[in-house]
């Protein structure tokens, strides 16, 4: 038996010559990094990192690699990845995490964090009588995030909202229109990020075409439950078409994807959520196979337009985030946003108006949104009712112009997604 040890540098040694890989010992490697040797070996019982090989001492040996393992689940740790996401990332195949998307992480933490300063030394500056303004707008920067996460936790004020989408003037149905257009074929791998309740699925269920493979995601624990729960009572014609639906958390902030493996990836109206749309974007390009459709939808510039004039004048403190929330990503300026990643990019507008005569859906909606408007409606919800009342009885039925479509995004740029920030 040859004998081996460790140098006081970490080399492995063997009869006098080190071989040619370094090894580190547990103690070594938490040295190196700056975390406790618990760390460690927490992180070798969740099979995060697990040792290379163990020394005839029974000692657990690390290399390199195992170095460059141990700072890919620091940096997921802190840019708040769970411990279930994190093993995603290093254990799914083709999944991975490059350092120059890690960097495009860090910049927009960076961003965020700069914002709250300036917020900060805006309220030093400021004088009293501007103080309570600058509080709103720090309050309003440091919840927002759980302002949307509250908003999609359970299903309730999505299904408020497409409610009142019942007064459209096209009878065909949005999801029945959007279908259409994704021509899937037999044996498709398909990915929905956001998707809801699954009500694109659910209303096109005996169209879907056999051995199709769904992956639904979302961020919202609730809303895949309710997908699930859905599409559950379809389970015998599924199975009769060979039809097989998973699905999975997954953020769309900071999506894991599968490289080149979709035939089609969907996002209906939830990019204009996404703050880091460049790494969601790079994501999605890179999951898709050669041939792949990436499809999106999201509003215009006048979408609703009618109605957010009527809330504004009833009230100017109700806060209206959905006119600055999608517009970050509308129909007019989401093309810019997508030449980087797909070389053919098409846009489909879909031809339709809400003509709305039940005043109860108005507030529905209304009540629906994220912020104050609830709350300011419970003490004047009987004022607004008369107002929109009124002006129905006037007009004869409230008219909301709608202004909705889709991008067909095809010819993915694999120079671009090469080097693109994006967590795949």
Known sequence: MKERHFTKEGHFMEQGRSIEEPFYTAGEIARMAGVSLRTIRFYDEKGLLKPVR???????CYNQ???????????LKYLGFSLQKIEQVLHTQNMDLELSEQKELLLQKKKKLEELISAIGRMEKSGEEDKWNFLIHLLNLLTEEEKLKEQYRTPSNLEKRIRIHDFSTNPQKWMEWVYERLQLKENDRILELGCGTGLLWQENIHRLPR???????????????????????YRKLLEERDIQIGYRLEDAECPVLEKEYYDCVIANHMLYHVKKRDICLGAI??????????????VGDEHMRELHEIVRDFDARIEMPYMNITAGFHLENAAPQLYPYFAQIERMDQ?????VDDVEAVYAYECS?????????????EEFREKIREKMEKEGALFIHKSTGMFRCREVRRDKTAGAANPV
């Open 369 to 381: 949104y994220p912020g104050n408007a609830a709350c300011i409606l419970e003490q004047r919800g």
């Open 65 to 75: 690699a195992s170095m460059e393992i141990l700072q890919r689940i620091l940096m």
């Open 54 to 60: 163990y020394s005839e001492a029974g000692y657990r």
């Open 285 to 298: 390009a890179k999951s898709l196979k050669a041939q792949g459709t990436f499809f999106c939808s999201t």
């Open 211 to 233: 051995g199709l493979r769904l992956t639904l995601t979302d961020r919202s624990e609730g809303m895949l439950e309710k997908a699930r729960e859905s599409l559950a009572g």
């Open 351 to 355: 031809e339709n108006d809400l003509i």
